[in-house]
């Protein structure tokens, strides 16, 4: 007789919930930070918003951190750089 294997994909540990930072009420006056996750199109995405959020909504841009690899982690360097900004963008492509 033929057996079949279940998986369960539920996360065998509870992992405690967080509440979000508070979003900007305006974006005028703030200064962006922008993370491209390196998929393609991430930074076109960007370079395209970017001027949009400068222009239109009168933010100012911070920096912007590339991953390597979009699975990668952020270096304590970049946070540090991007803890600067007061809201940080994530940039996906695909």
């Known amino acids: 007789m033929d057996r079949i294997t279940i ?3 539920k ?4 992992v ?5 930072a508070a ?5 005028k006056d703030l200064v962006l930070g922008f993370v491209d996750n390196s ?4 930074d076109k ?13 009168g933010a100012k841009v911070g920096v912007t951190v590339r991953k390597s690899a979009p ?3 952020l270096s304590l360097r ?13 940039c996906y492509g695909d």
Do not use: H, W
Not at 16 to 20: D, F, V
Not at 45 to 57: A, K, V
């Open 7 to 9: 998986m369960n994909p």
């Open 11 to 14: 996360v065998a540990e509870s």
């Open 16 to 20: 405690a919930t967080i509440e979000g």
């Open 23 to 27: 979003r900007p009420k305006a974006l």
């Open 39 to 42: 998929k393609q199109n991430a």
């Open 45 to 57: 995405f960007i370079e395209r918003l970017r001027p949009i959020l400068e222009d239109e909504y």
């Open 71 to 73: 699975k990668d982690e």
């Open 78 to 90: 970049e946070l540090a750089q991007l803890a600067k900004c007061n809201a940080v963008v994530q």
